[in-house]
């Protein structure tokens, strides 16, 4: 795919996206946002900004959660636009990034089912991006290998539950490995198949996915201390397409506390000042954050290129920054817990 | 038009309300709409302004009546729309107000909950009657074709089920109902998850059957899955669950069936009757709500509106009144005092509104009073860009050039008169039409400019006379005053008649054809045959295009004119208007008086024409300052050499004259700009002292300079801005100023030959349409040509309408706009200025309609 003929099938769709990414909240909006005193407040200043009456139908009293829904809501309806209006190979790339949410999503439902919850009251927490015909019958499944025969081999992430399938029984450690494998078996595909595109979107994208297969790996080996997970185990859950391939994750399969992995992040120019200074202290940034900011400037300098498909995943990723942002704001003001409001990440 | 030409006086004024008064006036004011409030406190946030609360209050009630609104939609009751305007009611009222709403959206509530579980009965109710005709159809079948598989019979015969023990085999079965769509997944998974041990029948529902929830047609099946064993019914129920299938019970002989199926008919049809009682309670709820709804919309958006603009108001010290700054037209000033009588009165008030008329630097808005007829020409100026405060606005004159310019270019009678009744149709029917409120965006612009589209068909009625162009053809009102001398058999009076057998003729005003009568009003129908038609007509059209486009370029500098009086800009007239006046008028208007005087002086009465001056050839030399001899040899033609005395002197005047222009407008503004500068430079600290002074001590409106101490440093600042002089700067803009008056003078001139252009290709095409289409028709003879007639006629219509009304109508139409917006209005017209806007009810209530588009 070159710039030359991008304009044909995907001019419309990148514009509109840009177009969407024109109304992300800026800082001055958080500046106002955060002076509110109560949620009508919130709903108030939304109205001024490009969210525009997305809460006007709303019956006072507001909760977080209304919030949250309609938030969701908007972003997918959004989403959902482009991705009806888009040919191949814009289609599958849309596609490819609901995956993510798919596997929250079965993973979300088979932790509930686990812990006896109704299945009626998981459907509506799932990520409505990542929904498919066969979620709802997830909870007939006992064991891995009857999810997948059951439910998953329908799905297109059938191929990523292949390594899963020999875990024995469906509990909370083996929920994780399999979060996991899925996670890493979809990135590892997602980042061959934007190799496959070429041109800006390989570059923009590889960077990208390279960021959130590395940040799971660190998450995953901070996590994994203080658990059963062996060492060996814990290596086979690292993406592989990410910067620390090879050396990194190797140094990271054989690190025992968090000290060693802030030695083995030390080594890459683009994570150590993500790792100085984070903390859980007060005034200090958590790591997750840190993660987050980092997040977004990758997103941010996505749009700096034109003519790519990474505008769309960028979007979708600072737009749900940006609906974390409010839900931190709006929870914050709903409790009247106003220290720790500052502590959203701006976008702009 | 003395109020169009140009925008009302405008002045900035302080309001003083008592704060239990405050709404009263602005509702008034609202009512009467002639006040622009500015806003005292841009930095607040919307929702820690002071009147939030009932602002939010108002949101809340429109909340309420949108719901009501879908409601009403949905039932399709028509919402009465008296089109009254209900005043701005009392705050007090609001509370009444917001309980009605508050009770009404309760009620419908209430009303929708009961149906919605009503519904929901039906529909399970209908969805087990199905269930239960259907599995009769499964289990009578598997009757019938009992005997061709002995599997099936045991499978699905009442007998393998009620005597299981037969086989060992106990079958168990569940029947449901299903959305449609889900049938295909549901299968697999039931097949996947239960390794093929179970067996599923399934059958559509002929009928969609209604969702309780969204009201939605759906189509469902019913489906019945026969399994062994607990472990599979407990998980096939699961799988049911996973795909939001209702199970319904199912009793297994067939007897039990029909006694349910009984019982099931009866209970639908009781609840049939209370479902229609409920519709009929909620139908009489809805019908009350929809008398009002639109008088209440009205009044919650004139409460949110008055609070909005409270919001912009500020507090004084004592917090016992609101100060707000608004812009208002001088002349209405009275009316203004008299609103805000009225809304003291009306709260009660003891301590009168005071409104203060306050001086500012800033620029005031434009607002010019347009009435229906004048509003669609001002918005199209507009469009272009509104004018500066006080300039001299183009509306009241592109009244009537717009149609004239745009009649130019689409001279046809016939197709004038069309045009002409569709705007008289519409003006006539204005407010039946308009009330009807349409969504049609095409229509809306036709129908805001309906005044233009009769103006237009009325100028193109007279234009089609003036070139005796009816439909492309001509109409021999006086009596043509060619005489045609073709030998032709038999005794033909009419001299049309005997040309139009002629089929071709070159008309010759030399020649003794020609009876030295002109033809009393417009062209003369002889020209419509003659094969020299089209050289006659170009060279009359081009030559009256150039003349009209000069003399409304002349009349545009000279408006310019009127600016720099009015703005009292006096080095503007002597370095800039002069010039350019002589630049234009020596050049053009030369060229134009010659045009003129050819028409005049050479016709074949009275001189040889072929002797005429060739215009362009005697321009161009001209400034080429080159008179050919009439002695040299070889001799040149007559019609190149000079004809009236005087004319080398003359000519090589004007050149010269206008040539001198040309550094006269780059040189003298700048460099005078120059030196005053300097000379004020040697007294500005003198001046600086001269300009904080009355500010700091004017002490009449000493509270007034204390709201807007950060107003006046900001204006102060502003002054000194303008002290600081970039020559550079003005140089540059002079230079690229005179460069685009005197190419754009050249330029424009031939850009009004579109006038021309278009005006021909107008023509071409109706008589191209007509000599194609309808003479095919009127060519037939006899009865065949009776039915060809009508039978042409309707097709020659239709592109009559679509191609030279529509198409070449809007391409006429763009065309004198952008002769008015480029070629007039860059004479004179700055357009800087920002629209007044001011605070009214109508612009709430109503969405504004189109533009005076064509």
């Known amino acids: ?348 | 038009m003395g109020s169009l030409f140009r925008s009302e006086k405008v002045t900035l004024c302080q309001l003083f309300l008592q704060s239990e008064a405050a709404y009263n006036c602005v509702s008034e004011l609202g009512e009467i709409g002639l006040v622009q409030f500015r806003d005292l406190n841009p930095d607040v946030n919307a929702f820690q302004r002071k009147f939030v609360n009932e602002v939010r209050r108002c949101d809340e009630m429109e909340r309420k009546l949108r719901f009501l609104e879908k409601e009403i939609k949905k039932d399709e009751i028509p919402m009465l729309d008296t089109g009254d305007n209900p005043e701005a009611p009392q705050p007090r009222e609001m509370i009444d107000l917001e309980a009605t709403f508050e009770k009404l959206e309760n009620e419908m509530k209430e009303v929708n909950a009961n149906a919605e579980a009503l519904k929901r009965n039906f529909l399970e109710l209908t969805e087990l009657k199905h269930i239960l005709r259907k599995t009769q159809v499964f289990f009578e079948e598997a009757a019938s074709n009992g005997p061709m598989t002995e599997e099936s019979v045991n499978l699905l015969s009442d007998e393998g089920l009620t005597q299981g023990g037969q086989q060992a085999l106990r079958l168990g079965f569940v029947a449901g109902v299903i959305l449609r769509e889900r049938i295909p997944a549901f299968e697999r998974m039931l097949w996947r998850a239960c390794r093929g041990n179970v067996f599923l029948r399934r059958a559509e529902i002929e009928i969609p059957l209604e969702d309780p929830v969204t009201g939605d047609q759906v189509n469902k099946s019913v489906f019945i899955i026969f399994f062994q064993g607990e472990q599979l019914k407990q998980r096939v129920k699961k799988i049911c669950e996973g795909f939001r299938a209702t199970l319904y019970p199912c009793p297994e002989t067939q007897a039990e069936r029909r006694e349910m199926a009984i019982g099931v008919m009866t209970r639908i049809e009781d609840l049939n009757t209370v479902l229609s009682q409920t519709q009929d309670h909620r139908h009489r709820v809805l019908v009350a709500a929809a008398k009002n709804i639109k008088v209440w919309f009205n009044k919650v958006r004139k409460i949110k509106a008055i609070y909005h603009t409270l919001n912009m108001f500020n507090l004084d010290v004592t917090q016992k009144c609101l100060i707000s700054e608004c812009w208002c037209p001088v002349d209405d000033l009275d009316r203004i005092q008299a609103a805000l009588r009225r809304g003291t009165e009306r709260s009660g008030s003891s301590v009168p509104s005071i409104l203060n008329r306050m001086t500012t630097k800033q620029e005031p808005p434009t607002y010019n009073k347009t009435n229906k007829l004048t509003g669609a020409f001002q918005g199209l100026i507009d469009a272009y860009g509104v004018a500066t405060y006080r300039e001299v606005n183009p509306a009241p004159f592109a009244i009537i050039t717009f149609p004239f310019l745009f009649a130019i270019m689409f001279g046809d009678t016939g197709h004038g008169i069309i045009m002409f009744l569709f705007g008289l149709w519409m003006v006539v029917k204005e407010k039946s039409l308009g009330a009807s409120k349409s969504d049609n965006e095409i229509w809306n612009t036709f129908f805001g400019g309906r005044y233009l589209i009769m103006m237009m068909g009325l100028f193109s009625i007279y234009t089609g006379l003036i070139y005796n162009d009816i439909f492309s053809k001509s109409m021999n009102i006086f009596g043509s005053s060619w005489n045609a001398d073709i030998a032709y058999p038999g005794d033909m009076g009419n001299n049309v008649e005997k040309l139009m057998l002629a089929k071709t003729y070159r008309l010759n005003p030399n020649s003794t054809n020609w009876s030295k009568e002109p033809y009393p009003f417009g062209m003369d129908p002889a020209w419509q045959f003659a094969t020299n038609k089209l050289m006659y007509v170009n060279s009359f059209k081009m030559k009256m295009s150039v003349t009209i486009g000069v003399m409304q370029m002349m009349f545009g500098v000279i408006l310019s004119l009127f600016n720099h009086v009015h703005f009292g800009n006096y080095l503007n007239i002597y370095a800039e208007f002069i010039p350019q006046i002589i630049f234009l008028a020596f050049i053009f208007l030369y060229l134009v008086v010659i045009i003129i005087a050819k028409w005049i002086y050479f016709d074949p009465i009275t001189m040889n024409t072929n002797c005429a001056p060739a215009l362009l050839i005697g321009f161009i030399n001209m400034f080429m300052f080159n008179y050919p001899n009439k002695d040299a040899s070889p001799t040149p033609p007559c019609s190149s050499l000079t004809w009236y005395d005087g004319q080398q002197v003359i000519q090589t005047l004007l050149v010269v004259c206008a040539l001198i222009c040309a550094p006269w407008m780059l040189l003298v503004k700048p460099i005078i700009l120059r030196q005053r500068s300097r000379q004020v430079k040697t007294h500005v600290a003198v001046k600086s002292i001269t300009v904080t002074e009355p500010i700091n001590g004017d002490a009449v409106d000493s509270d007034q300079e204390v709201i807007h101490h950060d107003e006046s440093t900001r204006l102060e600042a502003e002054v000194e801005v303008e002290e600081e002089f970039e020559f550079g700067d003005i140089f540059i803009h002079q230079v690229i100023h005179t460069i685009e008056y005197c190419l754009g003078c050249i330029s424009n001139t031939a850009s009004y030959l579109r006038l021309w252009a278009l005006s021909l290709a107008h023509a071409e095409l109706s008589e191209v349409l007509w000599n194609m289409v309808f003479r095919i028709g009127l060519g037939i003879d006899g009865w065949l040509g009776a039915i060809m007639v009508p039978v042409v006629f309707a097709p020659w219509a239709c592109l009559t309408i679509a191609i030279l009304l529509l198409m070449e109508g809007l391409s006429a139409f763009l065309h004198t706009l952008r002769l008015h917006w480029v070629e007039f209005d860059n004479k004179f017209y700055s357009g800087s200025g920002y629209l007044f806007t001011p605070f009214s009810f109508d612009d709430i209530m109503d969405v504004p309609s189109g533009l005076g588009d064509d």
Request: charged share 25%; proline share 4%; net charge negative.
């Open chain 1, 1 to 348: 795919m070159n710039s030359v003929n991008f304009n044909i099938n995907f001019g419309y769709l990148e514009g509109l996206c840009r177009g969407f990414k024109g109304g992300i909240l800026k800082q001055t909006d958080y500046i106002n946002l955060v002076q509110c005193e109560i949620l009508e407040d919130l709903k108030l200043h939304l109205q001024s900004t490009d969210y525009g009456s997305f809460l006007a139908n709303e019956p006072s009293p507001l909760s977080v959660s209304v919030i949250d829904d309609k938030l969701k809501e908007k972003l997918v309806i959004e989403f959902q636009h482009m991705r009806i209006h888009s040919v191949e190979p814009l289609s599958t790339f849309l596609d490819f990034i609901t995956y993510g949410y798919m596997i929250d999503n079965i993973i979300l439902l088979i932790t509930g089912t686990l812990h006896q919850r109704d299945i009626r009251e998981l459907i509506p927490k799932c990520h409505p991006l990542g929904s498919f015909e066969q979620m709802e019958a997830i909870h007939i499944a006992n064991t891995p290998a009857e999810l997948y025969n059951a439910v998953l081999v329908d799905t297109p992430l059938a191929p990523y539950f292949m390594d899963c399938i020999s875990e024995q029984d469906l509990d909370e450690m083996n929920i994780e490995i399999i979060r996991n494998t899925l996670y890493k078996a979809y990135l590892e595909d997602f980042y061959k198949f934007c190799s496959t595109i070429g041109g800006s979107t390989t570059e923009v994208m590889c960077e990208a996915l390279a960021f959130e297969a590395d940040r799971r790996a660190f998450i995953i080996t901070i996590n994994s201390f203080g658990t059963e997970l062996t060492k060996d185990d814990r290596a086979k859950l690292y993406p592989r397409c990410g910067k620390l391939h090879p050396d990194g994750l190797a140094k990271l399969a054989q690190a025992d506390e968090y000290e060693q992995v802030k030695v083995v992040a030390d080594y890459y120019g683009e994570y150590k000042p993500l790792f100085d200074g984070a903390g859980t202290g007060p005034g200090e940034k958590t790591l997750e954050d840190r993660f987050f900011e980092k997040e977004v400037k990758i997103m941010m300098s996505a749009f700096m290129q034109q003519f790519h498909f990474g505008v769309f995943y960028a979007y979708l990723k600072l737009k749900e920054q940006e609906c974390r942002n409010i839900i931190w704001i709006s929870e914050c003001v709903a409790q009247k817990h106003k220290a720790k409001i500052d502590s959203y990440i701006p976008i702009f």
